[in-house]
């Protein structure tokens, strides 16, 4: 079946550092989104890439979809201690959406 | 952007029983989406509502123990039919495709169940 993994699952910055995550995919996914889900929050829509080696930049954050559309990654730079919580990816071959096991991001002030 | 709402916020059931959440939108949507995630694990997808018709499950989901409706383009029901404590988890549901946010994907609050 679908599966999504990311790394690393944890990780801890000091305040102003950088900060990334990738996503792997077994499978070519049609297109990827990025989530940011706070501790006691419900995920939020960061972003959706569809195309393959696409980029988009949101401010500090940068996401990148792999030429094979099976991976991604989500670099924030100058992490801020507003950028704590866990971030997902998502995607699929279709219109379902398979959660990769996400990273949480502890920044340290 | 869509709101979504979730009824009930949170529940405890006793096993055996079946519970019906139900999950609002305050706007017409094209896909919805029904998930769970216990807590500190990733979401995994139960089932797309569809409207009209009978959901799409995902492998290891089956309808007798989930069954959901969707009876127009801004409701769905998700029930969690003779519970049992592995069954506790948060139930969120979420929808896509509203106007124009269109690849937007939002989430309602959540359900915590907690099955005893």
């Known amino acids: 079946g679908q599966q999504v993994m990311q790394i690393p699952q944890y990780q801890h910055v000091q305040e102003g550092e950088d900060f990334t995550t990738y996503c792997n995919s077994s499978?070519?996914?049609?297109?990827i989104q990025w989530y940011k889900q706070r501790p006691g929050g419900h995920p939020v829509f960061l972003i959706q890439?569809?195309?393959?080696?696409e980029v988009k930049k949101q401010k500090r954050l940068t996401f990148q979809f792999g030429e094979a559309k099976k991976n991604s990654s989500l670099h924030i730079t100058a992490t801020q201690t507003t950028d704590v919580g866990t971030y997902f990816c998502?995607?699929?071959?279709?219109?379902?959406?398979?959660f990769g096991t996400g990273t949480s991001l502890t920044v340290i002030p | 952007s869509a709101v979504i709402s979730q009824k009930p916020s949170r529940d405890i059931c006793q096993r055996g029983t079946s519970l019906t959440i139900q999950c609002q939108v305050d706007?017409?949507?094209?896909?919805m989406f029904w998930y769970r995630q216990q807590p500190g694990q990733s979401l995994t997808l139960i089932a797309t509502?569809?409207?009209?018709?009978?959901?799409?499950?995902e492998s290891g989901f089956v309808i007798d123990k989930f069954p959901i409706s969707r009876p127009n383009l801004t409701f769905s029901t998700l029930t969690v039919s003779n519970m049992s404590p592995e069954d506790s988890s948060i139930y969120l549901c979420?929808?896509?495709?509203?106007?124009?946010?269109?690849?937007?994907?939002?989430f309602g609050p959540g359900t915590r169940l907690l099955v005893l």
């Open positions: 890439l569809v195309k393959s080696g």
């Open positions: 499978t070519t996914l049609s297109n």
């Open positions: 979420s929808a896509q495709g509203q106007g124009g946010f269109q690849e937007t994907q939002y």
């Open positions: 998502a995607g699929g071959p279709g219109n379902q959406f398979y």
């Open positions: 706007s017409q949507v094209t896909m």
């Open positions: 509502a569809n409207q009209g018709s009978e959901a799409t499950y």
